[in-house]
């Protein structure tokens, strides 16, 4: 069974591929199946949603602003954040 589609969407997203992919997820920039699974994982943990939160709001307040900041910097550094507050 270990090709059944839904085993295989459920499989293997861990918190660290979800904040590597997590910029990509908000620009609609992933195949499908990675958006599937990363919406799987973000119903399941509350983590990552304040983390994707995080970002998109980051984004969304960059895209409205004259380009003051890079937003890859601001991203690295919500994403810095994120990993030493959330390892296990
Ligand atoms: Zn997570």
């Known amino acids: 069974m270990k090709d059944h589609p839904s085993q295989w969407i ?6 660290r ?3 590597n992919q997590a910029s990509e997820y908000l620009d ?10 990363v ?5 399941s943990c509350a983590h990552c949603r304040t983390y994707v939160k995080q970002i998109d709001l980051v984004s ?6 004259p380009k003051l ?5 601001n991203r690295l550094c919500l994403r ?3 990993v030493a507050s959330h390892t296990n």
């Open 80 to 82: 810095q954040q994120f």
């Open 28 to 37: 609609d920039r992933l195949p499908i199946l990675t958006k599937v699974r």
């Open 69 to 73: 900041y890079p937003s890859p910097v």
């Open 10 to 15: 459920h499989s293997g997203l861990t918190c």
């Open 39 to 43: 919406g799987l994982h973000l119903a």
């Open 17 to 19: 591929d979800l904040t």
């Open 60 to 65: 969304s307040t960059l895209r409205s602003l």
